[in-house]
């Protein structure tokens, strides 16, 4: 599978933006997805997963409540609606997948598509 994140852009705190992840293949279904980002100067990190069914969903202290993830799987599609961003979620949006669910370690994830970038202006 492969995958391209999309839908970044510049976005005021308190304001609201959606990221798409595109997947090509069909076996998107078949996996876990993640959304991670990277800040500049920073390392990787984990944003929030959902299992290939969508029924359960994980995410990050820093996220929880704000961000939600989900996923349509007849079209190949993963998002993450982000509410309330603030400054510093401001970073490059990957998405991934796993065979693992539950995995919120970068190094459980393959497929990574190039990211989006997100910046939260104050």
């Known amino acids: 599978v492969q995958l391209q994140a999309s839908g970044g852009g510049l976005v005021q705190a308190g304001g609201s933006l959606r990221l798409s992840c595109t997947a090509s293949?069909?076996?998107?279904?078949?996996?876990?997805m993640g959304w991670f980002r990277q800040a500049p100067g920073k390392e990787r990190e984990f944003v929030a997963a959902?299992?290939?069914?969508?029924?359960?969903?994980y995410y990050a202290d820093s996220v929880k409540g704000r961000f939600t993830i989900s996923r349509d799987n007849a079209k190949n599609m993963g998002y993450l609606q982000m509410n309330s961003p603030k400054p510093e979620d401001t970073a490059v949006y990957s998405c991934a997948v796993t065979k693992f669910p539950g995995a919120t370690a970068p190094s459980d994830f393959g497929s990574w598509g190039q990211g989006t970038l997100v910046t939260v202006s104050s």
């Open positions: 959902i299992t290939y069914t969508g029924g359960t969903t």
């Open positions: 293949g069909r076996t998107f279904s078949s996996y876990a």
